[in-house]
């Protein structure tokens, strides 16, 4: 499976991005999509999963704020990010599974995507 993600850039506090990825090759074997982050000097961590029968789920610090959804006839996800913060700041990961998707280091044997800089500031 590979991912392509796209819709990263520099937002001022309080704006708005949508993230986009796009699966292909054997994406029948997908169930899980989703985001993670990795911000200068942390560790990547979980942002948002979606299951291919649409349940989803957050990272506390992101809850109400971002919304991720699925378009399984493009196998695409999206992860819509409202009231930007400047700790949200960070390459953002999309990733998939066969199963499900976790924190990791877990989830490490998932397919991974290119990273997408998402820069909040003022």
């Known amino acids: 499976v590979q991912l392509q993600a796209s819709g990263g850039g520099l937002v001022q506090i309080g704006g708005s991005l949508n993230l986009s990825c796009a699966a292909s090759?054997?994406?029948?074997?997908?169930?899980?999509m989703g985001w993670y982050r990795q911000a200068p000097g942390n560790e990547r961590e979980l942002v948002a999963t979606i299951s291919s029968g649409g349940s989803s789920n957050y990272a506390n610090s992101v809850k109400s704020r971002f919304t991720i959804s699925r378009d399984n006839t493009k196998n695409t996800v999206y992860l819509q990010m409202n009231s930007l913060k400047p700790e949200d700041t960070a390459v953002y990961y999309c990733?998939?599974?066969?199963?499900?998707?976790?924190?990791?280091?877990?989830?490490?044997?998932?397919?991974w995507g290119q990273g997408t800089l998402v820069t909040v500031s003022s």
């Open positions: 990733a998939a599974d066969s199963t499900r998707l976790f924190a990791l280091p877990r989830s490490s044997e998932a397919y």
């Open positions: 090759g054997s994406v029948f074997s997908v169930n899980d």
